[in-house]
């Protein structure tokens, strides 16, 4: 028991070099506890997407109409699509959907299913321009 200690009922050995408890040979606990989950299910945040304005509503340029993901809608006219596929009003007007035949482009995959008779009906999102009588938006004040 001469290189050896008892400290706290336990016997740990002294270190020749440096004379105090050596700290390799402690072993303490190699995982830590295992918490509880904080991301129980129907208590985690939604992803915002959906319907931003309704049908009939009157958007200005640069509103959001619709967040998804994937093509659930497509941009019809006066709708510009983001890279996320955010459909985006390109001019001021009043909201409307429709129901249409999709007419892909020549590089799609839905393009020789099309070719061979098949029809695919697609919701597209339009921005109808309506006139501004006497209603302007400010943009800067002289």
């Known amino acids: 028991m001469a290189n050896n200690t008892l400290f706290c009922g336990r016997l740990f050995p002294l270190s020749k070099q440096f004379g105090y408890l050596s700290p390799q040979s402690v072993r ?5 506890t295992g918490g509880s989950s ?5 208590s985690t ?4 997407r959906g319907w931003k ?10 509103e959001v109409l619709v967040k998804q993901l994937g093509l659930r809608f497509y941009p019809g006219e006066n709708v510009g699509m983001e890279r996320d596929k955010t459909l985006v009003a390109l001019q001021d007007g009043k909201v ?5 035949k999709l007419q892909p482009f020549p590089d799609s995959p839905l393009h ?7 029809v695919i009906q697609k919701k597209f999102v ?3 321009p309506i006139p ?3 209603k302007f938006r400010l943009i800067s004040q002289v």
């Open 132 to 134: 501004l009588h006497a």
């Open 112 to 118: 020789e299913p099309v070719k061979q008779g098949v």
């Open 38 to 42: 904080k991301n129980k299910v129907g």
């Open 53 to 62: 304005k309704e049908e009939g509503a009157f958007v200005h340029q640069g």
């Open 96 to 100: 409307m959907v429709s129901f249409e």
């Open 45 to 48: 945040p939604g992803k915002g």
């Open 28 to 32: 303490w606990a190699s995982k830590k």
């Open 126 to 128: 339009h921005v109808k």
